[in-house]
């Protein structure tokens, strides 16, 4: 694959460079960044920065350097670890009581590769969650979106999680989960929920229609009020095309120290159990102007269209 070639003569190149000036006396000069966060595009940056404490950034081919969460292998699954918060603006949105999880799971898509588990690549367009939705009998059912491209293979497991219609809304979610296999009969009825609506720019799925989640519960669901955790962003969505910079050191700190406070408050939660709080903090990103760009808008690569896929990475 011509990519994949390109890639290993710029390592052995330098490798090469890097001993020459060895054999000849000099010390090679140290890197002014890491591998990982010099191949990203610079609007995605913010997210090595501010996701480093929480995992690696690991080659993948052929989609170039993801995040993969320091979490156990065979547990882990994205989406598991929080609970469905329903907004009238937005739908269902996923809150989550993982500390990078205000990135993972409301920017970007996740892949899974045989041999690092799930990575997540970043994206700038803000969703309430990028995920399928099904029902199957009397359960939801949801599954982490990819890029384009592929289906789910290369030995993964069922992406989908499940849970009784009526815990959509519980703060206790996990605690019903299920996989595909443990549905059993059940799973014959899954059908995929078509419900995608356009906001801001951004098409993504609502998820199912609140009036179903209410009938089958038996009375109305708490709308939530997702307030912003951080700034300055303006608005939600899709962005406006010009280039970006990574947001400062000191905006670093202040995406981590939100994104901290609001996974505790997550947790609490999930423990504590009953309907979702009035409101809830989602934190959002900070993208700064490039000091070389005059346009005053912050750019946005191309999108991918939203599949499972597998992937190998580069040993």
């Known amino acids: 694959m011509p990519f994949r070639r390109s890639r290993l003569l710029a390592i052995i190149v330098?490798?090469?460079a890097t001993t020459s000036c060895a054999a000849g006396g000099y010390a090679p000069q140290t890197p002014s960044m890491p591998a990982a966060r010099a191949a990203l595009r610079p609007e995605y940056r913010l997210f090595y920065d501010a996701l480093i404490d929480y995992?690696?950034?690991v080659l993948i081919e052929p989609y170039g350097f993801m995040f993969r969460?320091?979490?156990d292998f065979a547990t882990f699954r994205p989406y598991g670890d929080g609970f469905w918060a329903p907004s009238d603006p937005w739908g269902w949105v996923w809150i989550s009581a993982e500390p990078f999880g205000w990135a993972t799971y409301h920017y970007g898509y996740w892949v899974w590769d045989r041999f690092q588990g799930w990575v997540w690549g970043p994206g700038v367009d803000w969703g309430p969650a990028w995920v399928n939705w099904e029902i199957a009998g009397g359960y939801a059912g949801w599954a982490p979106l990819g890029p384009s491209g592929g289906g789910?293979?290369?030995?993964m497991p069922d992406p989908y999680l499940f849970a009784p219609i009526e815990r959509m809304g519980s703060t206790d979610v996990r605690a019903h989960t299920v996989t595909r296999v443990q549905l059993g009969p059940a799973a014959e009825t899954a059908r995929p929920v078509e419900n995608v609506v356009e906001r801001d720019g951004v098409r993504y799925n609502f998820g199912p229609d609140f009036a179903l989640v209410e009938r089958v519960r038996g009375g109305p669901l708490q709308k939530v009020k997702i307030d912003e955790a951080m700034g300055p962003t303006p608005g939600a969505g899709r962005r406006k095309e010009a280039a970006v910079e990574p947001a400062a050191a000191p905006e670093i700190d202040a995406t981590r120290e939100a994104a901290t406070a609001a996974a505790k408050q997550a947790r609490t939660l999930i423990q504590r159990g009953g309907a979702s709080p009035a409101r809830l903090a989602v934190p959002r990103m900070v993208w700064t102007k490039a000091a070389d760009d005059d346009t005053g808008e912050v750019k946005r690569p191309k999108t991918r269209a939203r599949r499972g896929a597998a992937?190998?990475?580069t040993r």
Not at 152 to 155: A, V
Request: without cysteine; proline residues 6%.
């Open 55 to 57: 995992g690696d950034w």
């Open 69 to 71: 969460p320091r979490a």
């Open 14 to 16: 330098l490798t090469a």
């Open 311 to 313: 992937a190998d990475s």
């Open 152 to 155: 789910y293979g290369g030995g």
